[in-house]
């Protein structure tokens, strides 16, 4: 079955310090990875998908096959990055649904 | 380009009370969803659509409705609001393959409901 995991609820970091965001996925078939973010009060909204290989406010993802994972990474934190993150898998063929992980709050400190 | 609208944004409704949330896009996209998002639990898909007509139920599709006569309007009814149907609920768009798609989902800002 298709899932998508994201073992941590919470990640508290200080600004300045890296940060690594988890998610892992389970897909049989050839994964289309997302990071949706959603800000306070705002929209849920795309990040970054891993097709396009692009930096998206100084994040990352990279997607690692054998590992099965998609981790969303930034070298150095700010308190703007405070918001909700969820990973994503687009299941292919006919209907393009996606799937969410449970998500991610990161809090960044001053 | 007003993107997804949803209505209302909050709404309080008692046991047993029908409503209808109200979804509607003027990105011309065929595909339409809606998911509803519980604390610690992600974003569950309730009900989708690939086209004015079509729709089809999601993972937790139960104690729902939805229809799409027309291509812009997606709307989810609730007949016999339970608290358990308690929630943010999410109505989201994407183009069709085939139109500019990057399988980006547009979302709506959300409508938060209370039953009680």
């Given at each position: 079955a298709q899932r998508v995991t994201q073992p941590e609820k919470l990640l508290s970091v200080f600004k300045g310090a890296p940060v690594e965001l988890k998610c892992n996925y389970s897909y049989s078939g050839s994964p289309e990875l997302f990071w949706y973010v959603q800000y306070s009060r705002q929209r849920l909204q795309l990040l970054l998908r891993h097709i396009s290989r692009e930096s998206i406010k100084g994040f990352t993802a990279d997607l690692n096959k054998g590992e099965t994972s998609f981790h969303l990474k930034k070298p150095f934190a700010q308190e703007e990055d405070s918001a909700m993150y969820y990973c994503a898998l687009s299941?292919?063929?006919?209907?393009?649904?996606?799937?969410f992980g449970t998500g991610t709050l990161l809090a960044v400190q001053p | 380009n007003a993107g997804v609208t949803q209505t209302p944004k909050f709404r309080i409704l008692k046991i047993g009370q029908s409503m209808t949330l109200q979804c509607t896009q003027d990105m011309n996209h065929n595909y339409m969803y809606w998911y509803r998002q519980d604390p610690g639990m992600g974003l569950k898909l309730i009900y989708y659509s690939v086209g004015a007509g079509i729709t089809d139920k999601g993972e937790v599709p139960n104690g729902y409705n939805v229809s799409r006569?027309?291509?812009?309007?997606?709307p989810l009814r609730l007949e016999l609001a339970a608290p358990s149907q308690t929630s943010v609920y999410f109505?989201?768009?994407r183009p069709t393959p085939g139109q500019v798609d990057t399988g980006e989902l547009f979302f709506g800002e959300g409508s938060r409901l209370t039953v009680l």
């Amino acid at each position: 079955a298709q899932r998508v995991t994201q073992p941590e609820k919470l990640l508290s970091v200080f600004k300045g310090a890296p940060v690594e965001l988890k998610c892992n996925y389970s897909y049989s078939g050839s994964p289309e990875l997302f990071w949706y973010v959603q800000y306070s009060r705002q929209r849920l909204q795309l990040l970054l998908r891993h097709i396009s290989r692009e930096s998206i406010k100084g994040f990352t993802a990279d997607l690692n096959k054998g590992e099965t994972s998609f981790h969303l990474k930034k070298p150095f934190a700010q308190e703007e990055d405070s918001a909700m993150y969820y990973c994503a898998l687009s299941q292919s063929g006919a209907t393009n649904k996606l799937i969410f992980g449970t998500g991610t709050l990161l809090a960044v400190q001053p | 380009n007003a993107g997804v609208t949803q209505t209302p944004k909050f709404r309080i409704l008692k046991i047993g009370q029908s409503m209808t949330l109200q979804c509607t896009q003027d990105m011309n996209h065929n595909y339409m969803y809606w998911y509803r998002q519980d604390p610690g639990m992600g974003l569950k898909l309730i009900y989708y659509s690939v086209g004015a007509g079509i729709t089809d139920k999601g993972e937790v599709p139960n104690g729902y409705n939805v229809s799409r006569s027309t291509t812009e309007d997606f709307p989810l009814r609730l007949e016999l609001a339970a608290p358990s149907q308690t929630s943010v609920y999410f109505c989201a768009s994407r183009p069709t393959p085939g139109q500019v798609d990057t399988g980006e989902l547009f979302f709506g800002e959300g409508s938060r409901l209370t039953v009680l």
